[in-house]
T-cell receptor, first 114, second 116 residues
Framework: DAGVTQSPTHLIKTRGQQVTLRCSPK?????VSWYQQALGQGPQFIFQ???????QRGNFPDRFSGHQFPNYSSELNVNALLLGDSALYLC?????????????FGPGTRLTVL | AQSVSQHNHHVILSEAASLELGCNYS??????LFWYVQYPGQHLQLLLK??????LVKGIKGFEAEFIKSKFSFNLRKPSVQWSDTAEYFC??????????????FGTGTKLQVIP
């Protein structure tokens, strides 16, 4: 079992650009959540996808959007990048859409915005 | 909205010392509580969780945590730390039911350094 995988590992963009991050959940998991972890901070919940729909959202602007595919994999899109979007983006998967049980985290994508 | 506070940002202990990391949350309703750990170079992984029942929960590697509802706390403890416990520890709360879907809020983390 490969666990949760994310791509790319690192990414460098400039302000105003758009970026797409990808996540494949752990086998058997149907729920994917995305988190932003700024340096020295804990992960902040961006949104959760289940059955290809966004089910819950944190306090992030509409520049942050996502998608879940029929195979449960997911993408995070960020438009009009700002310097403050520089962070580690974590994907987590679960087989429990209520997130009351364990989430399995991927290694993250380190995004740097110049 | 729920929030989580971890009061200790950086803790340094000698091996065999006892550990207690503080975690307080703010939310008036039913919560699920978690401690996650991130060892150097590894992914975040679950250490233990509280769902219901016995407020004293035991996790992996000898860790335990006690849920005290009246104090809105979920402190992590270990009687005797080892060098291999060096890691960053995150407290998290799952609350805020919206149509059966909930969001997880993490604290800012506590970096634990254990000196041999």
């Amino acid at each position: 079992d490969a666990g949760v995988t994310q791509s790319p590992t690192h990414l460098i963009k400039t302000r105003g650009q758009q970026v797409t991050l990808r996540c494949s959940p752990k086998s058997g998991h149907d729920t994917v959540s995305w988190y932003q972890q700024a340096l020295g901070q804990g992960p902040q919940f961006i949104f959760q996808y289940y059955e290809e729909e966004e089910r819950q959202r944190g306090n992030f602007p509409d520049r942050f959007s996502g998608h879940q595919f029929p195979n449960y994999s997911s993408e995070l899109n960020v438009n009009a990048l700002l310097l403050g979007d520089s962070a580690l983006y974590l994907c987590a998967s679960s087989q429990d859409r209520t997130l009351q049980n364990e989430q399995f985290f991927g290694p993250g994508t380190r995004l740097t915005v110049l | 909205a729920q929030s989580v506070s971890q009061h200790n940002h950086h803790v340094i202990l000698s091996e065999a010392a006892s550990l207690e990391l503080g975690c307080n949350y703010s939310y008036g309703g039913t919560v699920n509580l978690f401690w996650y750990v991130q060892y150097p170079g590894q992914h975040l992984q679950l250490l233990l969780k509280y769902f219901s029942g016995d407020p004293l929960v035991k996790g992996i590697k000898g860790f335990e945590a006690e849920f005290i509802k009246s104090k809105f706390s979920f402190n992590l403890r270990k009687p005797s730390v080892q060098w291999s416990d060096t890691a960053e520890y995150f407290c998290a709360v799952n609350a805020g039911n919206s149509g059966g879907y909930q969001k997880v809020t993490f604290g800012t983390g506590t970096k634990l350094q254990v000196i041999p």
